[in-house]
């Protein structure tokens, strides 16, 4: 399995003295790389620069306002290295530097150690970036007039996706006005539709809409161009009303016309980067939360990288934490924390950067009625919130917390987790001597009664920790299962693939049973 990354050091604010990593693919494999990342941070602290970052691989181009206003010398120039990693660290490494105070040539350097084997797992070594900027189609954008076609940039982006120069259009109406024969009309017409009707399969692929699929057209009337939307079968195609279809919907149709359909040579392929700075700020909250949820559907299903740089909450799924990026000031200086890679915080609650990052309570993240469960780390985490969507379970999240520590440490883990207000919460330990100590202390505070230890699931067998709850055939089944994997980067990001690529019957019935009998567990 491969990873892919960026290292910034001395670009504007970031990596300023000391180079900061952000992790783009936890998995980089052909069929799993695609994945939604979500920058977050306050005000200023540099989320835009970390798009901006990313538009360097693509421009192979640096500006003078990309130095550091702090810079003192040439060792302090910006560099960004794009890497891809393999697991036994060969690597592919795209050096970009700024080459002096006066010039915005960049140098490359190519270190290129990946074997064959390693190459023909990942999507692409060099992959494209496109900084999508929404542009809001309306219903009012399907219809123009032959004189006023150039001015209308939904029908010339559907006519150039497909070839068709609006210019031909437009002499194709000056020949039809002189010789009013409405063949002229006709023919284009038909060969602008034959044509459409690729474009219009590629996008119901895309949006995984081909069993009930949505129909194009463009009609050249006597004075006028329109585009047609509508639903169905030939035998049974129903009109539509684009203001009227679902966010998903209404931003996958912005997004498709402004990006995709640039033509062959320039449309998004698998291991592509988009970035987004600031989408869907002019929806309501559920409307963002809808195009969250399909963003980062529409990312694993092609393969295609997401970055979103944004402050707002309704854009951050707590069952899917692992795809946050804290951009945090200190100094000054801006460094970026892939902060549900791996728990790496030393504040036992794990919500602490993101609530200082988007500047909220816990309780924007979280409905009064949710039930929420402190769990020993990330692994246990993604286990959880996998098996929560599987198995359909509502009202209840899953916290990692770093883990229940030493026993001279507990009373203050404890004590912390007790001053985060949650209406209704629990804690899972593993039922190790840790866990168990853990649970005992934990009976004269608040969560008396309220912690889970793993051996409780079942009478019948002794669980020790959350891999027992796998039957023997999972756990050889899935490498991140294996307890004796001291990798624990490792075992996070494989864990997350899990998350993202899993279904239901890759289980055997063991481990459903197992796992429904914890969920009863910790909702009654």
Not at 47 to 75: C, H, W, Y
Request: net charge negative; charged share 25%; with cysteine.
């Amino acid at each position: 399995m491969s990873r892919r990354f960026i290292t910034i050091s001395n670009f504007r604010n970031l990596g300023i003295g000391k180079p900061t990593t952000l992790l783009l693919n936890d998995t980089y494999e052909k069929g799993k790389s695609g994945d939604l990342i979500i920058l977050i941070g306050q005000n200023n602290a540099g989320k835009s620069n970390v798009l901006s970052a990313l538009e360097i691989i693509k421009s192979r181009q640096f500006t003078s306002s990309d130095v550091p206003i702090m810079n003192l010398g040439n060792d302090e120039l910006p560099e960004i290295d794009y890497v891809i990693q393999a697991d036994n660290n060969n690597a592919y490494c795209q050096k970009l530097k700024y080459s002096s105070m006066y010039s915005a040539r960049i140098i490359e350097d190519f270190v290129d150690t990946l074997n064959d084997e390693d190459i023909a797992n990942l999507d692409d070594l060099e992959s494209s970036v496109f900084n999508y900027e929404n542009k809001n189609i309306v219903t009012s954008d399907f219809n123009t007039t032959p004189e006023y076609l150039n001015n209308n940039k939904f029908i010339c982006s559907v006519l150039n996706a497909i070839d068709i120069n609006p210019d031909t259009v437009k002499d194709t109406y000056d020949q039809y006005r002189k010789t009013p024969n409405i063949f002229f009309l006709q023919v284009l017409q038909n060969k602008i539709n034959q044509r459409l009707k690729k474009l219009t399969d590629i996008f119901n692929n895309l949006y995984k809409s081909t069993a009930d699929p949505y129909n194009f057209m463009i009609v050249l009337f006597n004075s006028q161009i329109s585009f047609g939307l509508g639903r169905g079968n030939e035998n049974s195609l129903t009109p539509l009303v684009l203001e009227q279809q679902s966010t998903g919907f209404r931003w996958f149709f912005n997004f498709f016309f402004t990006l995709f359909n640039r033509g062959s040579s320039k449309s998004i392929h698998p291991g592509d980067i988009v970035i987004m700075d600031e989408p869907a700020t002019n929806l309501h909250p559920q409307g963002q939360k809808e195009l969250r949820d399909f963003i980062k559907a529409f990312a694993v299903a092609n393969d295609i990288t997401f970055v979103i740089a944004t402050h707002s909450p309704f854009l951050v799924n707590s069952d899917e934490l692992n795809e946050l990026r804290v951009v945090r000031m200190k100094d000054n200086k801006a460094e970026i924390i892939n902060l549900f890679s791996a728990v790496d915080v030393d504040d036992p609650d794990s919500l602490l950067p993101i609530k200082d990052a988007l500047t909220i309570k816990q309780n924007i993240l979280y409905d009064y009625d949710t039930r929420v469960v402190w769990v020993e780390g990330i692994t246990d985490y993604n286990y959880l919130t996998l098996f929560k969507k599987l198995l359909g379970y509502q009202n209840i999240s899953f916290l990692p917390f770093k883990g229940v520590g030493k026993e001279d440490m507990q009373d203050v883990i404890i004590q912390k987790l007790a001053s985060i207000k949650f209406p209704n919460v629990e804690i899972l330990v593993d039922a190790d001597k840790a866990g168990l100590a853990f649970k005992q202390k934990c009976q004269n505070t608040k969560f008396k009664d309220r912690v889970i230890s793993i051996d409780q699931v079942s009478s019948n067998a002794k669980y020790k920790e959350i891999e027992n709850l796998f039957s023997v055939t999972d756990r050889q089944k899935y490498k991140a299962l294996n307890e004796n994997d001291p990798d624990g980067f490792k075992k996070a990001s494989t864990t997350s693939a899990m998350k993202k690529f899993c279904k239901l019957e890759d289980f055997s019935k063991e481990t459903i049973d197992n796992f429904k009998a914890l969920f009863e567990l910790l909702i009654n």
